[in-house]
């Protein structure tokens, strides 16, 4: 289940302190072929606000408020399914890049800069992608309790979460600690990172992302109204909050997390 990632750093308080925050989910991208009519669809559920960035490519940030969340972009090549791309720090895009390949995985897009950094995009053994980054500029880690309308967690959703949690150990330093419930935490020290659990049949692995709400049910609701997909209805994680998954109108995956205070 979720887990408050900006809350769980100050368990550890050395990693308050690393500027790199390697290990670190610092972005989230929206890949789809109609990036105005997509964050139309997330501006209407999340009241998010869209303004362009030039990164020498159209691209779009997203924004809750006076806090960027998210990209947009149009895929860079043909028959790329839309999805949502997790962005990991690294200290270094190439060394990253190479543990990745060494490890199983694939660099589906070598090592670049961009205006605001250096990034990689790569999958891991089973298929599931994600991206390695490195910021021109890092700033302070994210600290407090992700309002409502920000991202909150990632979660691998895949066929054998043990044998591919391993690859994760080895790129980014996480150590996998399985749960009673068939789930695997990946932890850097007292910190969680990130978590997996066994996939749906038929449905390739992948990182699904998690946005904090007020009310599951009412923006399960409201994303329906909206035209989304509803994929698996609000339901309880006992002690932790109430979640649901859905489809976004281009295809991209994404769930609502509400956490029980």
Known sequence: PPFDRRTSTRSNPH??????HAGHFVWRELVTPDP???????????????ESMDMGMPYTILKHGEEQVAGATAPAMDGVP??????????????????????????????????VGRFAVCQDPSGAAFALFKSADPGEPPAGTPPAGTFC???????????????????FGWKPV?????????MDGEA?????????????D??????????????????????AT??????????MGRFAVLADPSGATFALWTHQS
């Open 206 to 227: 992948h990182w699904l992302k998690y946005v904090a709400v007020e009310d599951t049910d009412a923006a399960w609701n409201k994303a329906g109204q909206l035209g």
């Open 82 to 115: 839309p999805h949502w791309l997790d962005y990991i720090s690294v200290d270094d895009v190439d060394a990253a890049a190479g543990r990745v390949q060494s490890h199983g995985g694939q660099v589906v897009a070598p090592a670049m800069d961009i205006p």
């Open 15 to 20: 990693l308050e302190n690393v500027m790199s």
């Open 230 to 239: 509803q994929l698996a209805p609000p339901m309880d994680v006992p002690g």
């Open 178 to 186: 399985p749960q009673d419930n068939g789930q695997i935490w990946f």
């Open 192 to 204: 969680a990172r990130a978590s997996a659990m066994p996939k749906q049949a038929g449905v390739p």
């Open 153 to 171: 967690w990632s979660q691998l959703m895949s066929a054998d979460p043990s044998a591919v949690a391993p690859f994760y150990a080895k790129v």
């Open 36 to 50: 105005a009519a997509t964050t139309a669809f997330y501006a209407k559920l999340f009241g998010w606000t869209a």
